[in-house]
């Protein structure tokens, strides 16, 4: 069965210091990863995709077959960045995502 | 562009009562997915149109149902609610034709069943 696991569901750090929200997962295919993230009031948005491949508000995302894992990283965290992450799965294509219970990100001043 | 409108914003129901939802996708998309979140379960996939038709189903009972109209607009339907029907409903957009096209959320429809 497809499984995303946020281990971490609160995540506070300050701000300027390093961020890494972990995402593993399970899936026996090759899989789609992507990071979600709902700021304060907004609604849920796409942040990154593992095939793009790019950096978005400093944020990267490097998928790990071998650990099964797709963490987030920003080397200098804003307090802009406080919000909800999700990270989400999907089944080669099929436009359906398995989603993390999520982590919520706090930066502090 | 608009964004993806769901209404309405709150619905307050008893058990055992129906209810509709309803979601209105950005201009051009052709894909509606629904999602259920609730604290305890997250945000669990519930089913997804395109071009009218039911592409993918989550594991959600057959009390949940939905439907998509010619403009893409789509409805989903919940019958004989539960108290545990009780949840915050997405609705996502995306162009999707053949591979997988970024969702775009809408603010959700907040369900209480007493």
């Known amino acids: 069965a497809q499984r995303v696991t946020q281990p971490e569901k609160l995540l506070s750090v300050f701000k300027g210091a390093p961020v890494e929200l972990k995402c593993n997962y399970s899936y026996s295919g090759s899989p789609e990863l992507f990071w979600y993230v709902q700021y304060s009031r907004q609604r849920l948005q796409l942040l990154l995709r593992?095939?793009s491949r790019e950096s978005i508000k400093g944020f990267t995302a490097d998928l790990n077959k071998g650990e099964t894992s797709f963490h987030l990283k920003k080397p200098f965290a804003q307090e802009e960045d406080s919000a909800m992450y999700y990270c989400?799965?999907?089944?080669?294509?099929?436009?359906?995502?398995?989603f993390g219970q999520g982590t919520r990100l706090t930066i502090n001043p | 562009k608009a964004g993806v409108t769901q209404t309405p914003r709150y619905l307050i129901k008893t058990r055992g009562q129906q209810v509709t939802l309803s979601c209105s996708p950005i201009s051009g998309h052709r894909s509606v997915s629904w999602y259920q979140q609730t604290p305890g379960q997250g945000l669990q996939f519930l089913f997804e149109y395109f071009s009218e038709t039911q592409r993918n189903k989550g594991n959600f009972p057959g009390r949940f149902s939905g439907r998509q109209f010619s403009n893409s607009r789509s409805e989903m339907n919940v019958s004989t609610l539960e108290l545990g029907d009780s949840a915050l409903y997405l609705c996502?957009?995306?162009?999707?034709?053949?591979?997988?096209?970024?969702?775009?959320f809408g603010n959700g429809t907040r369900l209480t069943v007493t």
């Open positions: 996502a957009s995306s162009l999707a034709g053949e591979g997988l096209s970024p969702l775009h």
């Open positions: 989400a799965l999907s089944n080669q294509g099929a436009q359906k995502l398995v």
């Open positions: 593992h095939i």
